[in-house]
């Protein structure tokens, strides 16, 4: 870095139209998706926590057992405390006001000037339910690569911090405060990999250290492994992967996210040999994946966490750890569970669901527990059918073509029915609506995959709330469009649109519909692809990669082929045959993607989730909710009631003297 690491890591148609038409739809979608993100400042959470690292690490330093050395510095840590008590009141409930308590109390021991060992761990546990209440990302995606950071580091930090990281670079003399040497046993003893992370992310005001927000967000989590790692001794490493291999730290340190929030000191005082294994982990980050079972250890820690807040009758925090259990864990590995065990798959979401139910309804402690326990039980036989190691070639293969195959099946059918609709007419003239549409839907589904891989990782909830918008909108287009469609199979309907519209464009908001649908049906299925792809990238291993690739492209292959015979099987049919089966085809796809849509937001804690006794059909979006089901058969008696509407109009044609 070009500035040193200071306290916090150191001491006709017209598709122009179309396309401006989808920037806006886009934008649209951003603005409603992105409601959540304004709502929960994570910005403002991140530079709490950046707050209460600080005087976790310095306070100590500059007031040993209860003597202030240092008063500029010791006022300092009150600033910092105050200033994180006034943030942390700007941001949202629940679970505010008991982290504003606790903060409170910090700064209290603070002006006490209570010793450094208390005020450090006060200050570790603020920022742990900091990260904990707003769900804040504190791991990275995949493991991190310390040899490019060892390149990055020589290119952007060695000339402050020296080769070694021991503070001695050429550009360190008079530098206020000086580079840290991190080597440093007793400051790099209380820094979190997170902390680090934290630090280069958002840079320190007022010092020379910069946020490096133009580093990638995997380059900024590389660059403080390396960091951590730098003081460990060879011989521990090697005790510790010895201890690894014998499975010593793999319940305590058994996900990245565990060992990026660990601080060093707290781990050492539980054992040696788990400050032995959290060194080497922390120097070998590969050992650990971001996906399969570690995320069901995170999963395992939220859920623990869900009944923990129910027994001190903190309803909101267990349901708000319920849904995170879910979101940034199990959902994580339901694509790849889903291949090799379907049934298991839909009981453990099924529960799920139905935990957040219980904490709806106030259940009993004790009622929570035990389906908690349940729940635990089968996250144990997903984890012995996932297994520990990396898939298999064939079972990337199959993987990756499965949910190809599965997510682009439902955007194949409603494209190639809408493509065939303006081939059967004649009226290409709306052709360049439709694949601006889906053109766009792939061009920015290509960007949401590089934000999520190196810009920002897009949270769980956010995720769900994009799908289910999506899809809710894209059932509104669908049954537009296909109410239309099922207006022109009435032959005489047919006559008269042909005569008022073979020399004219469509309707622009036909036009726009048809680019609509094309839009949304197809990025609302590349949104969710990008979500299982990325971790089944991370748990295919280097060696399953070609095999990954492979399935990819075979399945693109089938889709291909099948759009085409729709297309080509489809036109020969007659009107009236042609028109009726494009309308029962895009409102039945409507029906699905309502489906869809209320699961999704059900899912992302929005919308509430009543189990009930049903038939579970997820191909037609059927989930056995309540509220799902209520809203499909509002859907159904709309369709219904549209479709009863046309055929009184198309007798009343009938009935009219030919024109």
């Known amino acids: 870095m070009s500035t040193h690491l200071t306290p916090i890591l150191t001491s006709t148609c017209r598709p122009a139209g179309a396309l401006q038409w989808l920037r806006w739809l886009a934008a649209a ?61 700007q941001l949202p409930a629940p679970g505010q006001a008991a982290v504003v308590g606790q903060a409170r109390t910090l700064l209290q021991r603070i002006e006490a000037k209570a010793p450094g060992a208390e005020v450090a761990a006060l200050a570790n546990g603020v920022r742990s339910d900091v990260i904990r209440v707003y769900g804040l990302v504190v791991a990275p995606r995949q493991a991190p690569d310390l040899q490019r950071a060892a390149s990055l580091f020589a290119a952007q930090c060695a000339a402050c911090h020296g080769a070694q990281g021991r503070g001695d670079g050429p550009a360190a003399q008079g530098m206020e405060p000086p580079p840290s040497d991190f080597h440093d046993q007793a400051r790099m003893n209380v820094r979190s990999i997170y902390g680090l992370y934290n630090t280069i992310t958002l840079g320190i005001g007022g010092t020379p250290m910069r946020a490096f927000a133009e580093l990638s967000n995997a380059d900024r989590w590389a660059l403080a492994f390396l960091v951590s790692a730098m003081r460990a001794p060879p011989q521990a490493l090697g005790r510790g992967e010895a201890l690894w291999a014998q499975g010593v730290g793999k319940a305590e340190l058994g996900s990245l996210r565990v060992l990026v929030t660990a601080a060093p000191g707290e781990v050492a005082g539980k054992s040696a040999d788990l400050d032995a294994v959290r060194a080497w982990l922390t120097a070998n980050p590969q050992a650990l994946q971001s996906a399969g079972p570690s995320s069901l250890a995170f999963t395992r820690g939220k859920l623990d966490e869900a009944v923990a807040a129910a027994r001190r009758g903190d309803v909101a925090g267990a349901r708000q750890a319920a849904i995170t259990a879910y979101l940034e864990g199990f959902e994580l590995v339901e694509a790849s569970l889903d291949n090799v065990d379907g049934a298991l798959r839909t009981d453990i979401e099924r529960e799920m669901m139905a935990l957040r139910t219980l904490l709806d309804q106030r259940r009993p402690v004790e009622a929570v527990a035990d389906h908690v326990q349940r729940l635990n039980a089968m996250l144990d036989r997903a984890e012995e059918k996932l297994g520990a190691g990396s898939l298999s070639p064939a079972g990337a293969f199959a993987s990756s073509l499965l949910i190809l195959l599965r997510e682009g099946l439902e955007a194949i059918l409603v494209l190639a029915a809408t493509i065939a609709f303006v081939l059967k007419t004649g009226r290409r003239d709306a052709l360049p609506y439709i694949h601006a549409g889906w053109i766009a839907a792939v061009a920015l589904g290509g960007a949401t995959w590089l934000v999520a891989t190196h810009v920002l ?12 918008v999506a899809a809710l909108l894209a059932a509104a287009m669908l049954l537009y469009v296909g109410y239309w469609l099922h207006g022109k199979s009435n032959a005489k309907a047919w006559q008269s649109f042909i005569r008022d519209q073979v020399t004219t464009a469509l309707g622009k908001g036909t036009l726009w519909a048809m680019a609509g649908v094309s839009f949304l049906a197809v990025y609302r299925e590349l949104f969710e692809i990008i979500l299982f792809y990325q971790a089944l990238w991370a748990q295919v291993g280097p060696d399953g990669r070609g095999a990954f690739t492979g399935g990819i492209v075979v399945a693109v292959a089938l889709l291909a082929v099948l759009g085409w015979a729709i297309l080509k099987y489809s036109v020969r049919l007659p009107i009236a045959p042609f028109f009726a089966v494009m309308s029962a085809l895009l409102v039945a796809m409507a029906f699905v993607f309502v489906g869809h849509g209320v699961a999704a937001l059900q899912e992302a804690g929005v919308m509430n989730s009543t189990a009930v006794g049903f038939v579970e059909l997820p191909l037609l979006g059927i989930h056995a909710t309540a509220q799902g089901l209520a809203w499909q058969g509002l859907t159904l008696a709309v369709i219904a009631a549209a479709f009863l509407w046309r055929r009184q109009q198309a007798q009343a044609l009938q009935a009219s003297p030919a024109s």
């Open 29 to 89: 979608i951003t603005l409603v998706t992105s409601f959540a993100a304004v709502a929960s400042p994570t910005e403002q959470a991140q530079t709490v926590v950046q707050l209460l690292d600080y005087v976790a690490v310095d306070y100590p330093e500059f007031v040993p057992d209860g003597k202030v050395v240092d008063e500029a510095e010791y006022q300092e840590q009150r600033e910092f405390a105050g200033r994180a008590i006034e943030l942390l009141q």
């Open 457 to 468: 990782e897009i949270s769980g909830a956010n995720r769900e709330l994009t799908e289910g």
